[in-house]
Every structure is written in structure tokens, then in C-alpha cells.
């Protein structure tokens, strides 16, 4: 039986389209043949985001990138703060991952006990209010941050990111490593060989998941909190 | 001593100025003398915000009314569902409350048990989220929804929320009444004294819970995961 | 690309033979070509697992199973209850999933809020410390028993399925449905359409999340506390 | 409009008549014009309350205080463990604050993140009993102890907080200081200039935060758990 | 090896004697020979506690009652509230048990959910708050309150209570009961009997468990927070 | 009154016959006269139960044994993962203790903090998971590990355990320590007198609250979800 076509929309919600290019490479790999990726940029917002208050922007041009592109299989939030996450499905019907949240449902699938290594500290409040909202706090034995700014990853940073992952490991009994941000999607590898635990940035792995969603006949709800809001036009959003 | 002058920015999320002047109204007058509230309207949106998409909407467009705003002593976020609320606290070190947060923390001070009453069932997922959040979800019996939209509300529905109020005391133990929407300002009163528990909907309370904050020396910090995201132009924003 | 070729164990706990190929059949359609899916059915114990000891004895046939087929892509084990995962990932690195775990994991996906509908009574204690482990306690608005044992599952059983699902929909909230029995595979299709929100059991959707897994080239972790136990012979155990 | 006059009946559990003095001036300082504090000694018990023990010999004086004090216009009771809180609640409809919820409450309205600096390391297990039950212990990066008693606060003992504060900072990420004491009164401003974070030990914010709630007509529940106990004389305890 | 000699000090919080007598019986039949129960009432207060204000002086006198019967090999408070009982962990190193822990302990050791039959419903947010902070709450499927007051109990309220039990059996799933009041102590036959499931006010079991840990050599730790508080005279309180 | 005659039955779910004679040893003493201890081993797994996947070998062991017992008047399963608790209580109404769970209700009755000392690091995470289901993970300041295997506990090894617990108590602030092994039965007077706080590994201490349970007249419900499981055979597991 030859696999449907299936096509998956990745929103980047920050406005960096080197972001956006290497993510979508990295769904398109994921995803194989009989796939196809739609990458959307932010056309609104900061390159890195930090903050909750660049969050909260990205969320909204999230829903906007959204409602421009109603036709697509699934939709995949490419970034770990999953900006927008609720409001976007409210909007449609098609499974709707976030990198976050599916980073999350790999680590506790492969492991006990894992530890995300993030940006920069200031953002580690956000991620524990993410790992409770998640219901994985419980598994999460420490957030790491290196301190490199989403922007300088790449490159010289990536011994930063090993060097935390390792301290997770042999320090706080990590046993996998979530990499928490969309940027780090070309990390995956170096981390998973150099420090020898599975390890995601829910990239590659969120866009399987929203195909594996999709494939299973599974939507998203429209009853209860996820109906669609009565104030958006309901005509341009769904699929017949 | 006579007080110093206090300037509250009242931000109404949603773009209903009659809410903002009902809620600008009850803020000032629990204020009294030597106070001033300046109340905004948010620019773009909905009339009565109901569902998550609808909110990331208002949390952009508050970010941009507080930007607006930089030189309040104070900032009262007007809208249950506190839009924005960690995102504005990144950008002023003012004290910022918001309503649902301000409820809870009266809930909690004049009752060992107390319930919400809310306009539409689709929003309890959103209300269970936030008793979570502000940790208080352990103190609250139930929450309750009248089916009246926030623009429904007044005049005949009073009687609906009074009937919903007199069920969660006797039926669920509630011991006070937390009114989940900045519309309901004007129903304090009918449902204090009909059901004959402390009832709010956090306006004007949250008005004088910030003015306590700011008259005690408090401000909002400035370090951490509430620093001023480099992104935004300090010098607007803070007051010397 | 072509898709490598992915071969599935799928573990069936209970001793039913019908109950294994029907698992089966719905893991081999939702994998599509280029998937081949090994089935194999517990040699000792029950043919429907409602209790605690008789998941005791589950969990200890489903080790001997995986033992016996060390070389799988991945494995599924195909009960509810998710009888001996840990020690399970303890005895491969290839990705481990349970169908009660997918199945969680598929309900925070698409709805805010789910219910749990299942065969006695008697098995809701256990199900609530799953919902515990697994971190969706706050998402889950009930657990409802049909009273129906799973071997009684099938024809007339359906509209007592579909009945109590319709009730935790507009009762309770939900907002999708988790079919708490690897037997309730064949229901899936009949409760979406008929209650009008998504649902499932898990074995077709946990198929796909453990090819999802694998092929975005995460393996269960072999560090801490998931380390091969010594008393464990490795050599015939792990992959080259 | 002029404010109506308040008057606050401030009850220290503990039997120094210095602490009482230092934290009516504190209070009557936040308050201002027109309103009038009444402050109160504990008769029995000890000077600086340490222990379980002693909490309960407090709060039972507590008790006495506030039925010997019936028409005040609302209560704080100024020791950080809250000692008979639920209790004085049951005898009075007027506003009750604590200064330890008082402080939790300022913390999450401006802070993400808090610590709590505590005098003696034996008091850490009760900290954390009440950070649960207050619903902050999420929001809490960790309890310092600076091993100086209640009656030894003040002086020299400034430098060892202010260190113990900036560590919380530094290495906690701490965005906040609670000063878990009534004692520490008077060390608020040299914690909030030298550490550079928002710090109180609620004496003056409890002081505002009652008024907050009286002025917005919240009057402590009478009903539930709340309603007058029938072994306690109703005549003498309430107003009309 | 006969059993050495064993002396309980039964101390009962409120001020009823013949409460005491009943309670000192069921402890004196179930230690059996070789022990000794030496019973305590309460010298102020009342004759039911059944509010938190009432706790409060409960609390106080326990702690008198124990600090006049230093010489006891262990200490059993025998009110389902458990007042004062962290207080008196710090007066002794003898062992000291709570009937309300001691029940609780009992449940979770003979089912996995129970529910609490108690006299009150203004007592349950007080009964909560106690399954939270003995780490139970999970496993109690409700509280149910027969409006019998404690001096009420016995005689033709034995039908109410088991009335009570059988509807926490039948409706809410509750595999055992807890029996919330030191006075349903002659209750405990009868709801087993008539209802069919364990039940137990912790009265006889308390005796039992505060024996088991005694003749385990365990004792009351005298470090960290239940260290003798200084305030107190060492010299009268300890045994050799 | 003479004591009935009460027989435990002792289960070690391991092979190590010195195991049991050691543990059956400490619960005969425990009980002293009027008792009988009949011990049991495992006839199939390890000597030394470190796993995840050899304790699900060890729970269908331990329900075989007890299946083989069905007279006693109570059952102590004696390892301290508790390996087919709840199985076991659905085969027998007797009173049946498991040494981790009887352990922490020793912990919590005798400290307001305590922390555990295991054998290896790789067990912690099921020791934190039993934590939470035990409901005292918020009582718990940490687990440490001696990387001590059980096989190898004793003699030289005690100095490491003592050595373990004194750090748990001066750096972590236990106040208690669980000695997670139940070949850790004669360590428990060692650490006692050295380290100078409570400590147990829940095998004497469970031996006589087994007794308590029995001899108070509590036993394992019968209802719900602990009722026989129809597929065993009931003549053979109940006493008259």
C-alpha cells in the first residue's frame, strides 16, 4: 500500500531564515520519500528568542503563519518555547506538534531520567514551567545552561553543549539529553556520539511524530477548549 | 505623611472600551484620592476574549500598550486570563498584577476553599491551567460556567451568575467566589450580597494590590528571567 | 531516499491469540510498506489482564518475549498497562514503547483535556497511578468502566464503548478519548465517528511513534538506571 | 472622596515587646495617613519563635489576642509561620492577613524565581511545609539559613543576610528575597539596595495588602470552615 | 525473651473523660499484656474539636499534657486532627504517633483508595489539607461528612456512618474507611462488619504502631527541626 | 489476655538464602514470643536485586510464594522495591507489608526529613518513583548511593554506609535514614549508634507493623480492586 502524500507545515517562529532552512532540511530527512515540507518564517519578531516577552510575539505571528497556510497535513512549532502552541489548534483540525513538547515525549520514551541543556539562564524558569506543564518535571533531573546565545550556536559552541551534556550525565544521572532550542538541530549528532546518550532538539523527531499522528487517524479535538473560536472564519481554516 | 502621587496604567486586553471604562471606574474608586488610573484599550483583537488563540492575540497587543506606557508607578493587566503577564514584567521594573492573579491571591486570603465562575465552558482547560500555575489549584472546589458570553453579561444574567455562585457554596463547599472576567466588575456587589460570600473579579482589588506593592517599595526585578530582553530599547521603557 | 527496512516486535502480554493478530493487522497497516511486524503472544498468564497480579505475570512473560527476539528494530508491548517496560528498556537499546504510554502521549497531542474508558471497574486504581507516572493526571477529566471484560469486547460491547464516551465528552469535558485495552483496536474507527472525537488505543499510533523514534535515530539509553542489568547475558541481547 | 478610616490590629506571636514596636513602626509607616495600627504582645511564650513548639504555644496565643481585639478593621499577624492563621479566620469576618503568606504573595508578583533566608537551619523543614501550602514551592529555588536567632537579627547580623541573599542570587537564581522573620524588619532596605533584588519580610506589604482587601469591601469568609466556632461567644467577636 | 514492659501515655486533646476512658480501652485491648496505657484529658478546651481555632488550644494543651508525662516509652495523640503533634516530635525522643497518621498509614496498607467518613463538612478543607501533608491524597476518593457532631456520636448515628461507608463504597470505589474522629472509636466493629471493609479511627492501630516502633528501637529523631527547642528544660523531659 | 498466636510469613524475593535467614532472624526477634516466622526464598532470579527488569522476575517469584502460603496471618514481602505489592494483596486478605513501604511510614513517624542510603547509583530512579508512589517524596532531602552491591553489603562495607548517612545528615539536613536494602539488616544498629539518628531497613520494623495491622483486626480489602482476581483460584489462597 503506497504511503499517502503528506504534507507538513513548519512554522519557525523567530525570524532567522537559516533557522527555518537548516529545521526544514532536517523534517525533510526525517520525514523521507512521499513527504513534503513547507517551511514559514516569522516575518515579525527576533532572530533568537530569549524572553517571554519575544515568546509572546512569536506566538502571535505563529497563529498568523498559521491562518496564511490552512491546507497543510500537520503543523510542527519549530520553536522550544512551543509559542502558540493551545491557540493553534483551536485553528484547525491537522495534528499540531511543537519541538517542546515532543522533545519531551522522546525523552521519556528512551530514558528515566533526563536533563535539557539550554541558551542562556535567564530562560530556565520558562523551561521548569515547561517541563510542569508537560508533566515530565518528575523526570528532569537538572536544566543546563551554556550561556551561548541562540544566535552563536554552531560551530566552537558545540564543545559548550557536549561538555554540559557530559556534566548531566556523570553529575546528575541524566540518560538523555533534551537540546532546547530549535537552533541546535545540527547538534543532535556531535551530542548523541561525543557524550554517548540519546539526545533531540524535537526537530527531526516532531515532524515523525506529526506524521505518526496524522497516519494513525488521529485530529486535533474542535469540541471543548479546542472548538474553533467563533471570532475567526471558520471557512478559510479547514479541510473539506 | 500625605501619600505620594500613584499612577496605575490600566490595560483592558480586549478592544471593548465600555469594559475599559467599567473597569477604569472600579479601579479608581477603590483607589481614592492622591491616585490616577490611566486605562488603555487594546488596538486590535476581540470585544470578549474566550479561547487561547484569542488570548496570544491580547498578550501581543498588552506588550504593546505597556510599551506605550513606560512611566506608570503601576500596571493592571485587566483581563482574567493575565495576557502577557511575564512578557510585561521583563519590560518595566514597576509592579504589574493582573486580575486572575490578584483574584486568587484574595481568594486564598479570605477563605480555605473558594470557586470560579466563568462565562463559557470551553474556557475550564485555560482556568484548570492557571489555578495550576498560581498554585492554588488545591483550593478551589470547582470551577463553573454560566454559558453567558463576556459580551452577554449584565442585566438578566446576574441572576444566572448568582444561581451558579449559590450552587458552588452549597454544593461544593466553596467558601468565596473568584469572578473569572473582567466584565463581571459590576456583579461584585449583586453576588456578595445574594450568595453572602467575599466575591471579586480582581479589578479593583488588583488595582489596590498593586498600589500596596508600589507603596511598600517592591518593584519588579530586574534580574534573571525578568531582565529587560535586549531585543527592546531600554531607554523607553524605565523610568529614572 | 528509500525507507530502510524497520521490523517491529509487537508483544502481546495476554495469552489470546486472536487478540495478537488483530494488534497486529492494525500495526501493519499504520506502518504501510517497508515495515514488517513481528507478533508474538505471552506463553503463560491470561487471555484478558484485569488485575494487578495478573500483570505481574504479564510483565515477567513480555521479558522472556523480548529475551527470545533480541534483534527488532523496536519493540511495542501491546497491553494497557505497560507490563514491564522499564525492565523492558533495561534489556535493548532499540526504542521501547508501551500502547498505554502512546496512547497518553497521542491525548496531550490533540485534546487539552481526556477521558480514559475502560473495561471493569476494578482496574481504575491502577489506571490512575498511570496517568500518575505519566504525567497526565491534569489532563485527564475521568476514568469511566464499561463494566465489559475484555474478552466480552466486540459487537453489542461497541454501543456500551461509544455510550460511555459520549458521557465523559459532554459530562465531563473531554475532549478525546483513550481506549484503555489493546483489545478495543477494532473500536477506534466506530468511537471516532460516533462521539466525533479523536480516539485510540495506542497500538496503531504506538507503532508509528516507535518507527518515529527510530528513525529519527533515537535509541533507548543505555547509561544510569537503563544500563544492562549484569545478571543479563548481553551477548545475545543487544544489536551490532 | 476621603479614605475612610482603618484601623489595624497588628498581633506579634512573640513576647518582645521590641520586635512589636519595630514592626507597628513599619506598618503605620506603609499605611500612612489615616489609618491607625493597634499592636499587640503575645503574654506567654517565647521572645523568638524557632520551633514547632513554640509556633503552637504562639498560636494559641494569637487566639486570645484576637478575641480580646474584636473591632479592629482587619488583623495581621506578624511571625513568618503564620502560627493559628486558619484559626483567627474562623473568629473574625474582618480581613486576616499572615506576614509569611503576605511575603509569598509579593514574591510571585514580582518575581519568577525566590529564595527564602531563613535565621536557624532547624526551621527549613516548616519553611518548606509552608511553601507547599501556600502553593510557592514550585516558584522557590532553595531556603538559606544564616544560623543567627531571631533575638541576635540586626547589626553585624546585616552582612551575613545581605551574603546569604547574594549567594541565592548568584548561584540559585533567586530573582527575590523573602526575609523569612519579623525580626528582619529593618534589614529590608539594606537587602533590597546591597543585594539588588526585590526583598520584604511582609510586615509593611501585609500591613497594605490587608487594607488592600478591606478598602475592596473582602471581608474574611463566614461561612464552611470559616463559620464561627459555636464553642466560641459570636456577641463579643464580631462587628455589626 | 518475654517482652519488656511498655508504658503509652494515651493523651486525648479535647476535654471529654469519657472519650478518653472509651479510647484508653481500645489501646489497653489491643497492646494486651505486658503493656500500659496511661490516659490524659485535655484540662481546657472542648469537648469536640471540630474547627481549626478549636485545633489551636487542642494543640497548647497536648503539648502541657506531654511535658507533664515525660517518662512514657511512647505517646499516642488521640485526636483525628493530630494537634500539636510536630511540637511534641521536639519534647521527646520517645516514639509519637497521630491516630489521624496512624489511619492513614493503616488505609494505604490494606487498599489502594479509601475514603474518610468524618462528623462535620466544615471540617473536610481541614481533613485535605491533612491527606496533602500526609502525602495520601491521591489515593482517598472523597471525604464524607455525616453532620453528627463528635458529641453526637454513638447510638442511633452508627446507621449515618454506615450509610455513609457503604455510599463510599459503592459510588466513589473506596476499598477501606477511614473513621475521622477519636470518638468513633466503638464504631470501628460495626462499619467493618456492616459495611465490609477495613475501617479503623486509628485509636487501637495508633497503640499498635507507636509499640511496633518503640520495640523496633526506633525513636523520635532529636536532630534538625525536632531537636529539643531551647526554650524548653531538658533535664524534665528526657529519659535516661 | 494471652496473644493469639500470630504467623508471618517472611518472603525474600531473592535467592540468596542467607538473606533470608538473616531478615527472617531480625523479624523473629522483633516479635518475640507468641510469634512464628516462616521464611521463604525465591527460587528463581538474583541474589541481589538491582534492577528494573530483574524486580519484575522477582514480583512473579514473590506471587508464586505466597500463592504456595496461603495460611499465614501476614506477609512481609522483604525487599525494599516491594516487588508485586499489590498483586499479592489481591490473593490473600490477610495484612501483607512491604519493607520500602514500611520503612518510610517509620521514616515519617520518627523525622520530619529523611534521607535514603542504597546500594547503586543506578537504582535511584526507582527508589525517587517509589518516593512519589509512597507519597513522601516531599519528605525525602535525598538519596545517596554507596556503590556498594547488595551481594557485597557487610563488613568493610558498613563504614562507607555510615560514612553516607553522615553526610546525608550534615549536608542535606536528614533527620532519619531508610536503608533501602534488605540486606542492610544488620547495619540498622551500626548506623544508629554511629551516625546518632533513626534509621531502618524496614524488616524488623515491617514484621510488627504487620502485626499491628493483624492484631488490631485490619486486613487487605477484599473489594475493588484488591478482590480476587477470578482467574486464581480462590479454595486454595483464603482462610476460613
Chains 1, 2, 3, 4, 5, 6 share one sequence.
Do not use: K
Request: net charge negative; with cysteine; charged share 20%.
Amino acid at each position: 500500500m503506497p504511503m499517502p502524500p503528506f504534507q507538513l507545515a513548519l512554522i519557525n517562529p523567530n525570524t532567522d531564515e537559516s533557522d527555518t532552512a537548516e529545521m526544514a532540511a532536517a523534517a525533510t530527512a526525517a520525514l523521507g520519500d512521499g513527504a513534503e515540507v513547507v517551511a514559514l518564517t516569522a516575518r515579525r519578531g527576533v532572530a533568537g528568542i530569549e524572553t517571554s516577552a519575544e515568546s509572546v510575539i512569536a506566538a502571535a505571528e505563529t497563529l498568523e503563519l498559521v491562518r496564511d497556510t490552512p491546507d497543510a497535513d500537520a503543523y510542527l512549532i519549530a520553536c522550544f518555547g512551543d509559542p502558540g502552541l493551545d491557540g493553534v489548534r483551536e485553528l484547525t483540525n491537522a495534528p499540531v506538534v511543537g519541538i517542546g513538547e515532543a522533545t519531551y515525549r522522546a525523552m521519556t520514551s528512551v530514558a528515566r531520567r533526563f536533563a535539557v541543556i539550554t541558551t542562556l539562564r535567564r530562560g530556565i524558569p520558562e523551561l521548569l514551567d515547561g517541563l510542569e506543564h508537560y508533566g515530565v518535571a518528575g523526570r528532569c533531573v537538572g536544566v543546563l545552561a551554556s550561556e551561548i546565545t541562540v544566535e552563536d550556536l554552531g560551530g566552537d559552541s558545540t564543545d559548550a553543549i557536549v561538555a554540559a551534556g557530559r556534566r548531566a550525565v556523570d553529575e546528575l544521572g541524566a540518560e538523555a539529553l533534551a537540546l532546547a532550542c530549535g537552533g541546535m538541530t545540527e547538534l543532535e549528532t556531535a551530542v548523541r556520539e561525543r557524550v554517548g546518550v540519546p539526545a533531540t532538539n524535537g526537530v527531526a523527531f516532531g515532524a515523525l511524530l506529526a506524521h505518526a499522528l496524522w497516519r494513525s487517524g488521529l485530529r486535533t479535538s474542535t469540541v471543548g477548549s479546542l472548538a474553533l473560536p467563533p471570532s475567526m472564519d471558520p471557512a478559510a481554516l479547514r479541510r473539506s
